[in-house]
Structures are given as C-alpha cells and as structure tokens.
C-alpha cells in the first residue's frame, strides 16, 4: 500500500472518478439479476457529477450496468472496456470496439456449449454480453467441481477460437482475446475527459489492471487514488497494490460520501 496523501486527488481539476459496480457499490448478490445498488448510491453519484467526470466501469454489459445504476451524465463501461456509452444507452449510443465484433458468434457458441453440457450443475448461470459471457457458479453446492468442469469444457474450444477465459469470483469470463482490460479502459477515460487527477475503486481480480494503472498514471505526473474494496475473499495482491482499503461496500458507500462532501466544500 502507498503512503502519500489520498485525498490530494480530489484538488485536480478535471478529476475523473471510476467506479466497478457489483462487489463496489453492489453487494454481492446470488445471481446477477438480483444485485442492487447499496441504499444512498444513486443519490451520491448524482452529486458527485456535478464537480467530477464520473464514470461505471464493469465486467458486465452496458445495458446492464446502466440499468443498474441509471444515472443521466455517467460514461458506462462495459465488458471491461469493450463498450462505451456517454450516458444511458437508452438516450446515447452505445460503441462496441470494432476488433471485437469477430469474436460474437464464436463467444456465443462457447457458451451454448456451457448451457448444453453443464446444464446438471445447480445453480449454473450463463449471463450472455454482446460480445462473450460469464458462467457464474456462486449458487453451485460443490463449487471448486463446478469451476473444474467449467475449465474443462471451455479451454480447448477457447483456444481454437482464440478466445480467453478470465476468472472471478465464482465465475469464469468468455472473453475476446484482445488487449483490452480495465487498466487501459481507465487510461483510455483519463485521456478522454483530460483528467489530472483519477479515483478508481474495485474489488476483484478483474480490477487489478486499474488499480495497477492508477499508480502508472501517478508516475505520469496524473494524481491517482485506487481504492480496494475488501470482502472475505479478496485478492491479496489486489489489497497490496490499493492506495486506500475500505471494508465491505457499506465502507466503500460511507467513502463515497466523504469525497462528495470533500468535493463540494472546495
């Protein structure tokens, strides 16, 4: 964990703040239709926009982060930085990266396979993205066995589609095998809205590519706070590389508010 002044960032102008949503400003919910934003949230980010570039970077899709959260003046991102969305996708147009578009049907294949051959793992979910997907295994009774079957199924097909898996918390990601990640989704932002200093927050392993470019954008003379959610099962790589770490989202929510209230008293 770094030892200068966290709340230096919140002086920038512009200040860019990033925020992942399930595990962040969601609890973590037994299926993915089921996660909610913790009580207070909506509100803060509402407040948060008017003194700060605010942005929701997820692994899920955009439709569905900005269904979620359903806030007018956010950016979205999502797939982990694939799509773009300045504002909801229900007013704006959503951007899909070009190189990505080749990798939809065969994504798509790779999770009909999971639907057809897993399909006696309880609690087995495939959530389906515009391009690729998540098998979440958190309901499964025996789910160390779930993730091996998954794995099992899902590497050899991937590699000779040349598409990659990811894991998470109790999933494992379809994904386009570009160099695309939340780490170079935030560098991508930070150029965007000409931010001189950025706030970024996450709590999983797919997270890690952010929290290691907001110390990369801090060498680069960008101010950079990256703060870690912790829950019982966090990386501890994740939590050694964060700047700040708050316990649980109920500690992430009450944070939020402070830099609201920071912000708006400068």
Partial sequence: ???HQPFAVLTKRPLALVFDIDGTLSPIAPTPD??????GVTDLLKQARQYAHVAIMTGRAVADGAAMVNVEGLTYIGTHGLEWCDGLP???????IPEATAYIDPANRLLDLAEQQLSDIPGLIVQRKQVGGTVHYRLAPDAEQARTRI???LEEPARQTHLRLSEGKRMVEVLAPLNINKGEALRRYVAH???QGVVFAGDDRTDMDAVIETAHL??????GLAIVVQHEDTLPDLLEHADLVVEEVPG???LLRTIVTQLAAH
Avoid: C, N
């Fill in 1 to 3: 964990m770094t030892t």
């Fill in 34 to 39: 089921a996660a909610r934003l913790y009580p």
């Fill in 90 to 96: 229900t007013t704006h147009t959503v951007h899909l």
């Fill in 151 to 153: 794995i099992a199924l």
């Fill in 193 to 195: 809205v000409q931010a």
């Fill in 218 to 223: 801090r060498a680069q003379g960008i101010e």
């Fill in 252 to 254: 992430m929510v009450q």
